[in-house]
């Protein structure tokens, strides 16, 4: 999920985790980023990306392919 950090994302992943889902956490401000994840944890998974950056995106999705195997 990007934008997992905070507001409506960060309640999604936690409702997500809470019932037993392993979530990725996406944002770009690390200490919310940061935060986040370790609210969540151990269900969490962190990732930070800026979701303008075209390079940020394609390192995130190739994160998440071999995370979640």
């Known amino acids: 999920m990007t934008g ?3 507001g409506i ?3 999604t ?3 997500f985790a809470a019932e037993g889902a392993r979530v ?3 944002g ?10 370790t609210a969540i944890r151990p269900n969490a998974m962190g ?5 303008t ?4 995106l ?5 994160q998440v392919k071999h995370r979640a195997c």
């Open 24 to 26: 990725f956490v996406t």
């Open 58 to 62: 394609d390192r995130l999705y190739e």
């Open 28 to 37: 770009w401000r690390e200490a919310e980023f940061a935060g986040a994840v």
């Open 47 to 51: 990732i930070q990306a800026d979701p």
């Open 9 to 11: 994302g960060l309640a």
């Open 13 to 15: 992943v936690r409702r």
């Open 4 to 6: 997992g950090n905070s």
């Open 53 to 56: 950056r075209s390079a940020d």
